[in-house]
């Protein structure tokens, strides 16, 4: 079955058709610029922008990837969480597209999504697991007995880890989105330049807050006036490396508390070169099998979409037309 996959949980509209015999078969695409001017996405904004892009990269992704109307068998929208007015472009299509066609239609968990692109690779996952979801709304560590058995284990009390690369990118005038500009500048960095913060180290606390490194690197900013280049790049690398330090520490102590021998990372945080770097490193210490999704599926994604709503509609679920949207909901059992 050919199940078309949309993603418009926040500012991109992406679309992918999957298949269990052909993978991703193909994907497009379209980001929003419009939010550039304000630092930062605008949800009103945000779902016109959807409403404008998704029947042109629908179309484009059906002539880009040769696959008829027809010969898609079942259609999947991320519907929880996210922006409820973005959500609501998507599912509003998901659901007129799988009525005018006959064919059935299920709501994605958008985290569970990110939890299942690290199949997109090929290989399935590895049970019982550790997950770290890692993303602009979320920080969560996830112990994954069996398949869909997903309990949430810690999260974090304040802003995600996504959310303080963000910020703390704009504090230093780098631009957004932050995570892939601090990463950059960190680079000709030092990490141990400015010791900032790291909060709730103590042990068995599976918990994260970001919110006072932020504040550290704010306070630090103000103090020194106007940075230079080099300093804007050593306090990007010490705020990367407060950041990457506890996710890899509180990941690896949940694996051994949990006994499982595979950890995964996923979310658009998975894309940090030092993180991927520093977990794989600690987890092979330990004897624990480390997995990340492929560069080009840790953010927002149509093939998770597609992929995740390929593994319900294979369990013969169908949401049909009630299927709605909700702005928040933990991720429990089998997505549901
Ligand atoms: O999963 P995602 O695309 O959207 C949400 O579900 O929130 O994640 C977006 C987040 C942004 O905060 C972005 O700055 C961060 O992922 N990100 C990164 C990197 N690439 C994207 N953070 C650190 N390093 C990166 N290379
Ligand atoms: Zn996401």
Redesign the pocket.
């Known amino acids: 079955m050919i199940v078309l996959g949309i993603e418009t ?2 500012d ?1 509209t992406s679309l992918a058709l999957y298949s269990e015999a052909r993978g991703v078969i193909a994907q497009l695409t379209a980001s929003q610029l419009a939010h550039d001017a304000f630092g930062g996405v605008v949800p009103e904004l945000a779902s016109r922008e959807h409403m404008r892009a998704l029947v042109p990269v629908y179309e484009a992704l059906l002539a880009q990837s040769g696959v008829g109307a027809d010969a898609i068998g079942g259609v999947g929208a991320a519907n929880r969480p996210g922006l409820i007015g973005s959500l609501l472009v998507g599912v509003s299509f998901a659901k007129s597209l799988a009525y005018a066609r006959g064919v059935p239609v299920v709501g994605v968990h ?1 985290i569970e999504a ?1 939890i299942l692109s690290n199949e997109l690779g090929g290989e399935t996952l590895q049970y019982p697991c550790v997950v770290l979801v ?5 920080t969560a560590l996830f112990h994954v007995r069996e398949q869909g058995g997903y309990r949430l284990v810690g999260s974090t009390r304040d802003d ?4 303080a ?2 910020k703390i ?1 704009k504090l230093l005038g780098l631009g957004f ?4 500009a ?2 950059k500048a960190a680079e000709s960095g030092d990490p141990r330049a400015v010791d900032f913060p790291r909060a709730m180290r103590e042990r068995g606390n599976p918990d994260f807050s970001f919110s006072g490194l932020k504040t550290a690197v704010r306070l630090h900013v103000e103090s020194r006036g106007t940075l230079d280049a080099r300093a804007i790049h050593d306090v990007a690398a010490s705020a ?1 490396a407060a950041i990457v330090e506890v996710l890899i520490e509180k990941t690896v102590a949940c694996a051994r508390a949990q006994r499982v021998r595979h950890v995964y990372l996923a ?3 998975a ?3 030092p ?1 991927r770097a520093g977990l794989k490193e600690a987890c092979a210490a330990r004897g624990i099998a480390y997995h990340a999704p492929l560069l080009e599926y ?3 994604n149509g093939a998770m979409i597609a992929h995740t709503a390929h593994v319900h509609l294979s369990r013969g679920r169908d949401d049909g037309l009630d299927l709605d949207v909700r702005a928040r909901e933990p991720l429990g059992p089998w997505g549901e």
């Open positions: 949980s926040c991109d958008h990110h890692v993303s602009g709304g979320h995600a880890a996504g959310e690369f963000d990118a989105p932050g995570g892939p601090i990463q990367q979310g658009g945080v894309a940090n070169g993180l840790c953010t927002d």
